[in-house]
């Protein structure tokens, strides 16, 4: 495994536990915290995840996309057939898919996108240094 997808994996493996405690988390701010604040930490995720299985995409199109898809899924919130409701009443298709229709997402999906191409570009950064030269620093 070369070393920016092993960044990925570490980074993801941060990232995935927050994400579902945002799902589960009761105390101060339980509503906003439950309901919003894991929408930029699912856009990071995606990126993340496209990043690692397509790693010369740039990371502007990944995040780019990421948002598009995502803001797709939240449309899609409003239709309501069957099939997309047998898959909304488990717990990872609520997860990826939503339940529910929000504008107020959208700001976080912006963010977590934008978080999601900053961390991209890092992680390039990071897995392009040479490591005797942060040594010698």
């Known amino acids: 495994m070369n070393r920016q997808r092993l960044i990925i994996l570490l980074v993801l493996v941060f990232i995935v536990p927050i994400g579902f405690f945002t799902k589960f988390y009761s105390g101060p701010a339980e509503e906003w915290i439950n309901n919003s604040a894991g929408g930029f930490l699912y856009e990071i995720f995606w990126c993340l995840v496209v990043f690692f299985i397509f790693p010369t995409i740039k990371p502007i199109r990944i995040a780019a996309g990421v948002f598009f898809v995502t803001c797709f899924l939240e449309f899609l919130q409003l239709w309501h057939p069957f ?15 939503g339940s529910s229709f929000n504008w107020f997402d959208f700001p976080y999906y912006i963010v977590g996108s934008a978080l999601g191409y900053y961390i991209m570009q890092l992680i390039v950064k990071i897995s392009i240094t040479n490591p005797e030269t942060l040594n010698s620093k």
């Open 83 to 97: 099939f997309l409701e047998t898959i909304r009443n488990t717990f990872i298709g609520r997860t990826i898919l």
